[in-house]
T-cell receptor, first 115, second 112 residues
Framework: KAGVTQTPRYLIKTRGQQVTLSCSPI?????VSWYQQTPGQGLQFLFE???????NKGNFPGRFSGRQFSNSRSEMNVSTLELGDSALYLC??????????????FGEGSRLTVL | AQSVTQLDSHVSVSEGTPVLLRCNYS??????LFWYVQHPNKGLQLLLK??????LVKGINGFEAEFKKSETSFHLTKPSAHMSDAAEYFC??????????FGQGTELSVKP
């Protein structure tokens, strides 16, 4: 069974540009969530989607957005990039709607560097 | 409000000795608690989870954790460290239907 696939794995952008990251969940998983990981702030929740609907959103500015497609694949977009957006962006999928009981399966992440 | 605190940012042990990674949580009601592990340049993998069943939870790779409500703790232990255990470990708390709250992580080093 294929795991969670994130593309691209590495990318370099300059300030002011925008970026789109893609996440393909495990087959059958309908819940997808996104996290930002940085050395200073650790792991922070960005947003979560279930059946194409955003269920939860973290405390990030509106430059960060996401969506989920009917096949459960998800994308996140960051517009007007800032240096502080440099991070590892992790996507996770789960089978269960119930966050308290569901195990998350993480991809290996997309490492974004903003110059 | 819920929060989670990992008491050590870095732990170093020798191979074959016990591992203790400490986690305290704050929650207004009985939470679900998880430990995840992240190896370098990899995503996170679930080690174990507590969801109000048995207070002593066994996970993969010989790890276990004990939920102690009176101490609001969920410490992760392993009797004997292996070199392959070197990684970063995250304690996570989540309310039902809510977003996950991650601890800051504990980096475990294992010396030969």
């Amino acid at each position: 069974k294929a795991g969670v696939t994130q593309t691209p794995r590495y990318l370099i952008k300059t300030r002011g540009q925008q970026v789109t990251l893609s996440c393909s969940p495990i087959s059958g998983h309908r819940s997808v969530s996104w996290y930002q990981q940085t050395p200073g702030q650790g792991l922070q929740f960005l947003f979560e989607y279930f059946s194409e609907t955003q269920r939860n959103k973290g405390n990030f500015p509106g430059r960060f957005s996401g969506r989920q497609f009917s096949n459960s694949r998800s994308e996140m977009n960051v517009s007007t990039l800032e240096l502080g957006d440099s991070a590892l962006y992790l996507c996770a999928s789960s089978l269960s709607e119930d966050r308290a009981n569901g195990e998350l399966f993480f991809g290996e992440g997309s490492r974004l560097t903003v110059l | 409000a819920q929060s989670v605190t990992q008491l050590d940012s870095h732990v170093s042990v020798s191979e074959g000795t016990p591992v203790l990674l400490r986690c305290n949580y704050s929650s207004s009601y009985s939470p679900s608690l998880f430990w995840y592990v992240q190896h370098p340049n990899k995503g996170l993998q679930l080690l174990l989870k507590y969801t109000s069943a048995a207070t002593l939870v066994k996970g993969i790779n010989g790890f276990e954790a004990e939920f102690k409500k009176s101490e609001t703790s969920f410490h992760l232990t392993k009797p004997s460290a292996h070199m392959s255990d070197a990684a970063e470990y995250f304690c996570v708390v989540t309310p039902w239907g809510g977003k996950l709250i991650f601890g800051q992580g504990t980096e475990l080093s294992v010396k030969p």
